[in-house]
């Protein structure tokens, strides 16, 4: 096993590199690279365009910059609600238990076992390429809660016989007292860990759509900018410059944030079963 | 014996009330778009040159609507769509590859699918569970921190990431493999054969190396909890062969969460298969989804996608019901 320090250096240390090529560099790019044509056509990389340009005339290096920032972003925004969803879901339904519980759950399983791609593929090439990535967004929101949703709720079932819990209750608190200062407290280190995963989720299945052409064109993501270099030829006429950068960072991206979420899981003991 | 009827009927209902919600998405998903199906079709006609009178258009405007099952109330167009999903499997003709029916389009892309998708995963699983066994009940041999290593760069990268790169490498730089898909040999011949599992292997490589990493991360953290526990302890003293612990005392108990997790994780391998399909040219249903959505072939769209969840569905059904034959002390209660 790798040791812990060592995993969570080098997660940190990747994501890391990601922020600063992506969301900060993004802070001070010159130019906007949605715009065509403000360069030369295809350069090779050079200390004036340090990833060269693309057949379209754009910056590759802030092209990139910005694909990422809006990846992270949507990824990060979907992890969060989805997660916050899926907490208070599952801690509402394993402590109320009864009719609230079944339907909910029914719900989940529903949820996770329906193949969402084959959906959000319909949706998109509907409205062919215009779906707005709120639109995305939401989708994304309605079927990731119910994974966190799920395991909350078993936890949440064995919890609520626990003495400290049945204390507070006694005392006369209300249930969303018990869930908030009783419950929630032991799972934020598994909470976290989920937001992680959650966000690379978003960012596969973003950047799936978009390489099969279904995302917005207007909004640049580390997908789009790989189907743009697929689609004019990147790959035949060797602009490895064009292809290989978005593909490296989606990489990083995920090798990165997998060992935080799993470093963190080892320090905090996330098991949530294990809170006692 | 009452009791295991109980279990089926519930079980059974939770499957008919899993394909609904499905249904009832895919039937919602077109309908609360700002986009109308048959406006977009007939400008996309306008637009190739087709040159139409106003009377014609409207006829052409009722036959669309009637094909799409726009016409009646909206419960009558819902449970007209649940009867041509579920009874007839009836999506009209595919209007790219007119007038082949959407419902035969599906009938041979499907098992090519379901080969991909059964071979893919159950290596996956035998592979990542037998690694993860051993190297959990080893935890700090050489071998063990490579092969986490291995699974811990490999598991969090996105299923079309690693098949474009196996492709651009594999297809394209050192071309071993086909970059479509033309299959030889008369059926049932051995070069038939040979053709289909030469065409499967990339998509089938990208798959398995996506999913083994999972497979063997969660062996290994199950199977080194379990060597600690008493009765794993108790059969080490007692001088039985390491084999025999592992295989008879530590297998059976890590195998239960490993099923269940098979069984939720195949809607997400089947969008993984989705994308490999797309990526190597394989002729599945993720093929043909791609081709329904570059042909805006909004039958063949409809068709793929509601079959595909009622495929899941049925698959996730299956699994669940081989559970209890794994564990003797499941009892349904």
Do not use: C
Request: a positive charge; glycine letters at 8%; charged letters at 10%.
């Amino acid at each position: 096993m790798m040791r812990l320090p060592g995993k969570l250096a080098l997660g940190a240390v990747l994501i890391g590199l990601i922020i600063l090529v992506g969301p900060l560099a993004a802070l001070v790019a010159p130019e906007d690279p949605r715009v065509w044509q403000t360069h030369p056509r295809n350069q090779w990389p050079s200390a004036e365009h340090l990833l060269g340009t693309t057949a379209l005339g754009q910056d590759t290096f802030w092209l990139l910059s910005w694909s990422v920032r809006n990846s992270l972003m949507l990824g990060v925004s979907v992890a969060a609600l989805a997660t916050l969803i899926g907490v208070g879901i599952g801690l509402l339904a394993g402590y109320r238990g009864g009719m609230v519980d079944r339907v909910l759950s029914f719900l989940m399983d529903a949820l996770i076992v329906i193949p969402s791609l084959p959906l959000l593929i319909l949706l998109s090439s509907m409205t062919k390429g215009q779906t707005s990535l709120l639109a995305v967004g939401i989708i994304l929101v309605i079927f990731n809660w119910p994974f966190p949703a799920r395991q909350i709720r078993a936890v949440a079932l064995s919890m609520r016989e626990r003495d400290f819990v049945n204390l507070a209750w006694y005392s006369g608190e209300s249930v969303g007292r018990i869930l908030w200062r009783q419950m929630v407290p032991y799972l934020r280190g598994w909470a976290v860990a989920n937001f992680i995963n959650t966000i690379l989720v978003v960012v596969a299945v973003e950047s799936s759509l978009a390489f099969l052409g279904l995302s917005n064109d207007n909004v640049p993501t580390i997908g789009t900018m790989i189907y743009w270099a697929l689609k004019y030829q990147a790959l035949i006429a060797g602009r490895w410059w064009w292809l290989l950068p978005p593909i490296i960072s989606i990489i990083v991206i995920f090798v990165g944030f997998f060992l935080l979420s799993n470093a963190l899981a080892d320090r905090l003991r996330v098991n949530p079963m294990a809170a006692r | 014996m009452a009791r295991h009827a109980r279990f089926l009927i519930g079980r059974l209902a939770g499957y008919v009330a899993v394909v609904l919600v499905g249904i009832t998405f895919i039937f919602i998903i077109p309908r609360l778009l700002p986009v109308n199906p048959v406006e977009a079709m007939l400008g996309r006609m306008m637009s190739q040159g087709a040159y139409m009178q106003e009377d014609q258009v409207k006829a052409l405007r009722e036959a669309l609507s009637d094909a799409f099952g726009l016409n009646g109330t909206l419960l009558e167009q819902y449970l007209g769509f649940l009867r041509r999903t579920l009874l007839s499997q009836d999506f009209g003709p595919s209007l790219a590859m007119y007038p082949t029916p959407v419902k035969e389009l599906i009938g041979q892309a499907l098992p090519w699918t379901f080969g991909l998708l059964l071979a893919s995963v159950l290596i996956a699983w035998v592979v990542g569970n037998a690694l993860g066994l051993i190297i959990g009940t080893m935890p700090d041999s050489r071998t063990s921190r490579m092969l986490e290593a291995v699974a811990i760069i490999f598991y969090p990268i996105p299923y079309f990431i690693l098949a474009l790169v196996l492709s651009i490498l594999f297809s394209y730089v050192w071309k071993v493999f086909p970059l479509t898909t033309t299959v030889r040999g008369a059926p049932w011949s051995w070069e038939l054969v040979w053709s289909i599992v030469y065409h499967s292997f990339l998509p089938a490589v990208s798959i398995i190396a996506v999913t083994f990493g999972w497979w063997m991360l969660s062996m290994r953290a199950l199977s080194s909890t379990l060597m600690d526990e008493d009765f794993v302890v108790y059969a080490r003293l007692k001088g039985l062969a390491r084999s025999r612990v592992l295989l008879r005392y530590v297998l059976p108990n890590a195998m239960l969460p490993q099923v269940t997790f098979l069984a939720l994780q195949l809607g997400l391998m089947f969008n993984g298969s989705i994308i490999a399909e797309i990526v190597f040219s394989y002729p599945g249903v993720g093929s043909l989804i791609y081709t329904a959505i570059l042909q805006g072939d909004y039958n063949l769209l409809m068709g793929t996608v509601s079959l595909s969840i009622v495929a899941v569905a049925t698959a996730t059904l299956l699994v669940d019901l081989l559970y209890p034959l794994l564990d003797p002390r499941i009892r349904h209660r």
